[in-house]
């Protein structure tokens, strides 16, 4: 039945609520509230309609957003799962068998699904810019917390990203606060668009939380 479909989808869909991106549980960030998998797909979107009002790309807005919209949905199943600790294949293949058992009961399946790999493989310009907000929504995301106060670098016991070799090169050659050493680590992301790498850099330079702007 297509009413039992709506709602059964609705309340997979509405787990990501209580889905803690695990970055930020992995940084140790300490907040009464931390960004949740679908409060990361609502700032996403905000920012796609942002980045296309501001920059005017020429791109399909609507297709964008749904792709935003649907891109985490294997998260409901196989959660948050940090890039660092499973190989980018097999994280792909058990998200998409995920997206399958997900999606299989609606009409639209196959048309929701082709989104979903077509921003997997960044192959168009929709993909690609959907892409970039995903990235730069968490980059802004981290500057935010940094502002608030919310992480201390001095403690990361747990931390394996940050006691990587990597991230102590940048430690000791002189990146001490945490947007220093995330924005290191992010900035090639946007090496092949150069408006969303002035967005960056204004947020690497700026306290975006500040009322007023320069």
Same mark, same amino acid.
């Given at each position: =039945?297509?009413?039992?479909?709506?709602?059964?989808?609705?309340? &997979?869909?509405? $787990?990501?609520?209580?889905?803690?991106?695990?970055?930020?549980?992995?940084?140790?960030?300490?907040?009464?509230?931390?960004?949740?998998?679908?409060?990361?797909?609502?700032?996403?979107?905000?920012? @796609?309609?942002? =980045?296309?009002? #501001?920059?005017?790309? *020429?791109?399909?807005?609507?297709?964008?957003?749904? =792709?935003?919209?649907?891109? #985490?949905?294997? !998260?409901? +199943?196989?959660?948050?799962?940090? %890039?660092?600790?499973?190989?980018? /294949?097999? $994280?792909?293949? +058990?998200?998409?068998?995920?997206?399958?058992? +997900?999606?299989?009961? &609606?009409? /639209?399946?196959?048309?929701? $699904?082709?989104?979903?790999?077509?921003?997997?493989?960044?192959?168009?310009?929709?993909?690609?810019? @959907?892409?970039?907000?995903?990235?730069?929504?968490?980059? &802004?995301?981290?500057? +935010?917390? *940094?502002?608030? @106060?919310?992480?201390?670098?001095?403690?990361?016991?747990?931390?394996? !990203?940050?006691?990587? #070799?990597?991230?102590?090169?940048?430690?000791?050659?002189?990146? $001490?606060?945490?947007?220093?050493?995330?924005?290191? %680590?992010?900035?090639?992301?946007?090496? *092949?668009?150069?408006?969303? =790498?002035?967005?960056?850099?204004? @947020?690497?330079?700026?306290?975006?939380?500040?009322?007023?702007? !320069?």
């Amino acid at each position: =039945m297509k009413e039992k479909n709506v709602i059964n989808y609705f309340v &997979l869909c509405n $787990k990501l609520k209580n889905v803690i991106r695990t970055g930020w549980l992995d940084w140790n960030i300490k907040r009464e509230r931390v960004e949740s998998v679908a409060e990361h797909i609502y700032s996403v979107s905000m920012l @796609a309609i942002a =980045m296309y009002s #501001e920059y005017e790309y *020429d791109i399909d807005l609507h297709k964008v957003i749904t =792709m935003i919209a649907v891109h #985490e949905l294997e !998260e409901i +199943i196989i959660g948050d799962i940090p %890039v660092t600790s499973i190989n980018h /294949k097999n $994280k792909k293949k +058990i998200g998409h068998q995920a997206v399958e058992e +997900i999606l299989s009961p &609606l009409l /639209k399946a196959e048309e929701i $699904k082709s989104l979903i790999f077509e921003f997997d493989e960044k192959n168009t310009k929709e993909a690609l810019f @959907a892409y970039h907000c995903d990235k730069l929504e968490c980059d &802004l995301q981290a500057r +935010i917390y *940094d502002e608030e @106060a919310c992480i201390d670098l001095s403690n990361q016991p747990e931390n394996s !990203e940050y006691h990587s #070799e990597s991230v102590q090169n940048r430690v000791n050659s002189g990146l $001490k606060t945490f947007t220093d050493l995330w924005f290191a %680590v992010d900035a090639h992301y946007y090496n *092949d668009d150069k408006n969303f =790498m002035e967005v960056f850099n204004y @947020a690497k330079s700026h306290e975006i939380t500040k009322k007023d702007q !320069e």
